[in-house]
């Protein structure tokens, strides 16, 4: 009920702070008998991890997963999974100016006041690094979503601060630190180094796919679907604008172009993203979001110390310039477990219905 | 579980169909010792009900509301309180038409394949109608947000279709049928016309607002204020899109423009939203979403029947050919049931916490 | 989150007061497709209803349930099915004496320190009445659960005040007004008239049993079987005590007795009562309650009144001399919702798991 | 809802089993601004510790704790603290005879046929090793309940196998190893060197007590505090039978004997343990437990194996021959994290009521 667990049947509990002992969470809900080790979730973790390209945070953290529990003899036991990262790199003298000063944009202010105390050290609690155990979770879910039914999840950088960024091929994915879906990054460079010069940071905008969803997931009236992905993506660090489907373009649209055909061969369209009145149509879903440019900045700002009063304050420190950067695979996490519980709740509910025709495929 | 309950500790649990006999809704967690009748929820009933101008659906609808449990002598008793609204105007013949065909961008498709039965009349479930709990909910909550914390909620909009309205003043908003911020809305009434007599629909962008929310509320890691605004309004039907603060425009911010500065005077802008790391600022809470157009329309389209063959669907009945007209309460009503859940969860764990410093004013 | 939910999958919200205008429940969660109508449910309605005999109170209710939605032509959707039963005889002068008294053994006196306000007609929403709703969702599990898994549910009387009541067959139990299994009851009928003429009350103690219920069902570490049965039956009105299986009885004996011996043909024994480790055995799911003698009694009580004051207390009105006597149907329908929940629960988490072996039979 | 969480505000997540890598728990909600160590936690976990003398299992296992998050500087700041334990002594070879058999009485046939495969070693998740993590747990809830309320938790043995055990004093408790309020425990130890000779174990019965508990905890109608205390007793590993307050004597008792008169200066009698309506009096919790004999014993027992084949079973390895001997500490800490649950909950929904009068005292 404070927030720290995601998920109602698949439930992901986190903890940790950045410059904690250890971050991790524990899975519980896990269906029993499915293969997992720790390699089934480092590919996932390393595709987060910091210090991969000059254009992330270079704290180096080896972001090493150790499972406590839940698994005997390489498969799981249907108890909780517990997941261990122990935190490597703390330099907490980075951090000594701004314990007392609270950076323009950053959780310090709001943690403060709520709390009465925080843990300021690489922003303690509401640090990003956070994600990471929620990565791994997803990396679980990930792969009972592809061995049950088929689903894959993936994700991409479809603009860069002022630069929309074109898709080309889901290929190019893997192959670039954007996670940007083109072949040729120059210009993605280009703008990351002027940006880093000028001490400033950039937002981006990110889109995320699930192929492979069958008909039927997601509750009415509130536990919709698209409802729990837009309260999954809101509260991934720094995001502040979610879509499904067409999306904001959706408000232009008239009725006779959104509404997808349905034919005895496919849907003719996918302006529904996926979703309808919360439920799964079978066809891809589709969400986009919008990441803010990072707080903690190295130009000067204005704003007050803990006391109330005026200060200047500059971020040092490694920090991301553009958090978005590393947004795509915790995006994908996130998809994941909202999937993964969604699936559970309906075979729970719905589990011995059989409809009365068989689902139309998910598009022409 | 099955998505029928909004919130946590002051909870909504929603019941009824479009054409059943009944709609209402339980809210449990209300605190004891607030005076409340009905006639302090039919206001917001009122706002939201069918059939006051031509623009909406014309289903005659009183929406009266009967409080059945939680009050006595005037006074909320800390027990549930049900709120029962009976259904007059229902008029099943007009369906007899969908019961055997899925209007294209409509949820009888996926509610026929999730529980391999469904209730077709007026959308049974999936109807906008079962907005009106809610609705009814969120006037008990915004009753004892204003009491407690003179919080203030309103909502406005401020795109019909292809045409943004300007924002002119708050004060213009309840003298038109669109919500509009605007002294005239010639312009809205007759693209409005032209729509109906197209046989077409249109999508909406609505602004939500609320201010006098203190610092301090929105829990971390996952129940952030901002992700479950995000799911709120997300879970309203028609909703694709939900923005926070500068939302997608964020993207291209700049992070020394992005992040509001603080002063002992008060924020100098409000970016966030209202939000830092999922935790209210102090400021205004700013959210906009944006709604789809109507699925139900008189144009015939191209869909399939419930055998899976091909057919053409024409939606008569009564519908709004912009549901978005109507969201405004609804959209009031639900980040209303936002605040006072975080309301009441930070009560729960920091009820004694004494801020060290007295929090900055919301703006300068 | 303030209690008046039951379940976690079959969720029951239960709403309103003694002598308020109705009290209900809404049920969410009821896997669609079956069969429902309110004959189904008043069946057991009746089984509990006041004034069958005259050991019971006199109050003259129909407890008439009506099905206000989840239900479409004859089956359940999905959706949540909202039971409402209007209260008919409510003399709210009967109570004119208590509403500034503490009945001692009532919670007449907690609930005025808890909420600070209260409803004391009838016992507002401390009376036994609002076990009725509980009792009409009772009805609903047990129908699914006698379909799906051919479970039935069954409760008799084995003490009454001093009194223990032998066992001699469940076929008696309909058959006389105390739920007795046995042929002749007229000791009881004697007992409880000189109860009455003494103006005084007793207890009762209530055994409740499952059979046809799988091996399966049940979570730890938190959720047993075991607790969730305790939890529904420690939460019904006057009881004081519940075993499970031997029960207390289990203190004293050795492990090599009451360690139930498996063999291929089935469990030797049923000491557990049919849960180990908090997961059905597969044999018969065996409780025992204590329930306390009614604390609404015609003898004068020493008491306090509502400003802190001495006060004696007479109990006018129409009370129930023991209110153990109605339990039966109250305590099958709770034992039925938690199997239902956990019916629910296994088959989201281990819906697909086949065991390696057939369980064994429930006895030789 | 996997049943490994205890708790709705003051949450406590669980995981591992008895002989894999380590065990603990993540406790979420806990207030911030506590002063908390490993040693406010240590001190309880060493009373609940194996090893302490010969009547108990003779696993070595130091159960030193490590806080992982959730305190900074020496203070709760309220995010989640992740407690861990490693596992020092596993002796999984001891285990491999009951690998392929059920021991009657065990949790190893209900484990196997719902997962469908257990973790063998040491009871894996069924082990009563689990209960460290809650023990550990409700040292935080035990601190915070004594310096917000000045609530004192306390527990001891009332009977071992067949002999009761009179109360005398508490002060004797910590002084004997079966936690025995008496003096002179010679007869105990003589009991239980028999028992340890006859290769068999037996069963015992506790005495758990709250006091400094203010009127007004606990939630109608469903998760009363005796609900929940009923819930948190029988979850624990071998609990056959819950009492509250006069508990199955209440049966036999009349309503002028069991009601417990009210005098401005403080109630007479506590038949109720403190709990009326489901909500605290204000007067000492009392509550009764009865633990089974252990199912792990020496002595050769009729079972199957995993094949459906007879088979018998001798279990050897460590264990203990009365688990209700170390059941004390942990029936403690699972009174205290149902009281924290539910100071919290009260403070969330009446945390603004100010009683018109002040409450009575706890006894005259």
């Given amino acids: 009920m404070s927030g720290n667990t995601f998920g109602t049947l698949f439930t992901v509990t986190n903890f940790g702070e950045s410059h904690g002992p250890a971050i991790g969470c524990v ?84 943690y403060f006041h709520k709390y009465g105390i925080r843990d300021p050290r690489g922003g303690g609690r509401s640090s990003a690094r956070l994600t990471a155990p929620t990565v791994a979770a997803g990396a679980v ?32 994915v893997p192959n670039n630190p954007f996670f940007a879906p083109v072949a040729d990054v120059q210009r993605y460079e280009d703008y990351m180094d002027a940006l880093r010069k000028a001490h400033d940071s950039c937002g981006a905008r990110i889109r995320v796919q699930a192929t492979g969803v069958p008909v039927g997931w997601g509750e009415p009236l509130f536990d919709k679907l698209d409802a729990d992905i837009a309260y999954a993506m809101m509260g991934l660090n720094a995001v502040k604008g979610v879509e499904i489907g067409a999306g904001f373009d959706s408000v232009a649209q008239r009725g006779t172009v959104h509404g997808d055909s349905l034919t005895p061969g496919g849907f003719r369209t996918n302006h529904a993203g996926g979703v309808l ?23 000067p700002r204005e704003s007050i110390d803990i ?5 200047e304050v500059v971020t040092k420190g490694r920090h991301d310039p553009c958090v978005g950067i590393r947004a795509a695979p915790i995006a994908e996490a996130l998809l994941a477990l909202v999937l993964i519980d969604h699936a559970l709740r309906h075979r729970a509910q719905c589990g011995d219905v059989v409809p009365p025709v068989a689902p139309i495929p998910a598009a022409l």
């Avoid at 061995?147 to 601060?161: K, N, S």
């Avoid at 009145?277 to 130009?299: C, F, H, M, R």
């Avoid at 006391?307 to 200060?311: K, M």
């Fill in 277 to 299: 009145g919360g439920i799964s149509t079978g066809q891809d879903i589709e969400v986009s979001i919008a990441i803010k440019p990072t707080s903690s900045i190295l130009s």
């Fill in 141 to 172: 879910a990930k792969k009972w979503l592809a061995a049950q039914f088929g689903i894959q999840l993936r994700a991409c950088m479809t603009q860069l601060g002022e630069l929309p960024i074109p898709f080309e091929d889901w290929a190019h």
């Fill in 27 to 110: 899975i519980d809900g896990c269906p029993p008998g499915m293969a997992l080790s720790e390699a089934d979730i480092q590919h996932d973790l390393d595709r987060r991890r910091p210090g991969t390209s000059r254009h992330v945070t270079q704290r180096n953290e080896p972001d090493a997963v150790e499972i406590l529990s839940g698994v005997y003899q390489g498969k799981t036991t249907g108890t909780p999974i517990a997941l261990l990262i122990r935190n490597q790199d703390q330099r907490s003298k980075d951090y000594g100016d701004i314990a007392e000063r609270f950076r323009p944009g950053h959780a310090d202010y709001t």
């Fill in 307 to 311: 006391h109330g009063q005026s200060a």
